[in-house]
């Protein structure tokens, strides 16, 4: 039984994509994995966040990957990390020689794509975009709905950068900018592939700038978290679910619901969230003032310092 204290041996991940959350990281995952000597585990990696930190979880880490010898990075994604206060020691402690990634999106633009990410998902109401940021900027859906914090905490990169920061080396650690990496994403993995010491002219086959579209057709958005009852079971707190074990009635129910908002419903949202008013923006964005120009200070001599946004 690995101790959570041991720091990981042979075939541990090599990198790790740690956010941040609605900030393209999908996307990053998805192009990185198409070069023949990086192996990323599919999908989101959550062994170093609570509650499922443990040692069986960090011991298993080895086990996502294949053990090809042309393989010479192994890495790992969940945009969460960055945002997560216990993860930044954990992952010094584990993988103290990792490399990490960082993708960071406009902080006002991410916390209305992360509400709506949460309203899908069960962890907020769905409410008119203006009230529903005012609730968040008063603290007001914390006592009933814990995740709603996440919202607006997940965009304060340079806190959350800091952290890492303190523990881990500069040099192992890059930050790109969304629409930075999204309008050229051959210049921007050119440098991620530099960066992990694989072949740089390797170039992916970009199919889509965006790998995890948002739903924001209100329309949606309530079928989907109905849907989401029969799927999944959830804390009385609203702050976890797991996967519940579906009826045949709940397994035919979800199958109705995705084919009907996949070919339906889908085309009637436009992919695009609504807009907060002027105020409510202004007030939004005067929230990350403080961390913008600590951000900027950090990311000075990365990928990432050129966003219009700092």
């Known amino acids: 039984m690995t101790d959570p204290g041991d720091r990981l041996g042979a075939g541990q991940p090599d990198f790790v994509v740690i956010g941040a959350q609605k900030s393209a990281s999908t996307f990053l995952q998805d192009q990185l994995a198409q070069h023949p000597q990086v192996e990323i585990a599919e999908g989101e990696v959550r062994a170093f966040e609570d509650p499922f930190y443990s040692p069986e979880a960090v011991a298993s880490l080895p086990r996502l990957f294949s053990g090809d010898a042309s393989v010479t990075a192994r890495g790992i994604k969940r945009p969460d990390y960055l945002g997560r206060p216990e993860v930044a020691q954990r992952l010094r402690r584990h993988l103290p020689d990792a490399r990490l990634f960082a993708v960071l999106r406009e902080p006002v633009a991410r916390a209305v794509s992360a509400y709506y990410h949460h309203v899908r998902h069960g962890f907020v109401p769905l409410m008119p975009l203006d009230d529903a940021f005012e609730a968040l900027l008063a603290g007001r859906l914390v006592a009933d709905y814990p ?123 436009s992919g695009r969230p609504a807009e907060l008013s002027r105020p409510v923006r202004a007030r939004v964005s005067a929230y990350y003032d403080g961390d913008r120009a600590l951000l900027a200070d950090l990311v000075v001599d990365m990928p990432a310092a050129d966003a219009a946004w700092l």
């Open 147 to 269: 995740r709603s914090a996440e919202i607006l905490d997940y965009g304060r990169y340079g806190a959350h950068l800091r952290r890492y920061l303190d523990l881990f080396p500069r040099d192992r650690l890059m930050v790109f900018e969304q629409k930075s990496l999204t309008a050229d994403p051959a210049g921007s993995l050119r440098r991620a592939f530099e960066f992990l010491d694989v072949d740089p002219t390797f170039t992916p086959t970009t199919t889509s700038l965006v790998s995890n579209r948002g739903v924001y057709a209100p329309v949606r958005l309530r079928l989907l978290r109905t849907k989401n009852r029969f799927v999944y079971d959830y804390t009385p707190t609203l702050d976890r679910r797991r996967p519940r074990r579906p009826s045949p009635f709940g397994w035919a129910y979800n199958a109705s619901v995705v084919a009907v908002d996949r070919l339906v419903l889908s085309r009637f949202d």
